[in-house]
């Protein structure tokens, strides 16, 4: 079965491509990216160059007016990112509805290709107050994608339950930890790899490494 991952350059997205490769294999996953205006845009071309090396199709989309339709720390660069979640309250590095607009291109672009497999690395595990990466909302856009478009979409979401620590060891046990680690680009001010170390992309990815590495040990 043909599947599309929508594909950052990141951590969790670039595992799912990987997770996808292994479930599917690589002649059936192709993968998209979206330039949305965010300041960490560089992860697209990380995104490209690991597709390419492992023979992925993968395209950008852009989508030029998210950055005007609300204020957030990502696609505007005079907000600073907040290092520290606030309370009650996501952080300001919150794009209202971006998961839902990425899924619904992703699927107009799938279903145009005979693709019914669409996967993202959404996670609730560790979502970060962000809405549209809740099970439940996943769960009622596969239907409403499925109605609306008349089509048999599977939205399979492979990281929904897995906390960082877990999605490292996921990486492990694909074979590809180094790659993740050393290849992605999560990053909000755009730094490979480990990253700025101070931004709340990078404090989520590092304390999951480092809990991993320690579990593993312990093991």
């Known amino acids: 079965m043909k599947s599309l991952v929508i594909l950052s350059g990141g951590q969790d997205s670039t595992t799912c491509l990987f997770w996808a490769i292994k479930q599917y294999g690589a002649s059936n996953v192709s993968a998209l990216g979206f330039d949305y205006g965010q300041r960490h845009r560089a992860e697209l071309s990380y995104a490209k160059k690991i597709c390419d090396t492992q023979n992925i199709p993968f395209e950008t989309l852009t989508l030029p007016y998210l950055p005007q339709l609300g204020t ?21 590095t919150l794009v209202e509805g971006r998961n839902i607009l990425f899924l619904t291109y992703a699927a107009i672009f799938a279903k145009n290709r005979d ?72 990053c909000y001010n755009g730094i490979l790899g480990d990253g700025c170390q101070n931004c709340p992309a990078c404090d989520l990815r590092n304390k999951g490494y480092d809990e991993y590495v320690r579990n593993k040990k312990n093991i």
């Open 115 to 186: 693709i019914r497999v669409l996967v993202t690395g959404v996670s609730e595990s560790d979502f970060s107050g962000y809405p549209d990466c809740r099970d439940v909302y996943i769960k009622a856009n596969n239907v409403s994608l499925n109605l609306g478009m008349d089509y048999p979409f599977i939205i399979e979401t492979p990281l929904m339950w897995r906390n960082k620590a877990q999605v490292w060891q996921l990486a492990d046990e694909l074979g590809v930890l180094e790659i993740i680690k050393n290849e992605t680009l999560t």
């Open 72 to 92: 957030n720390a990502l696609t505007n660069p005079n907000i600073d990112v907040d290092t520290q979640k606030p309370d009650n309250a996501p952080p300001n």
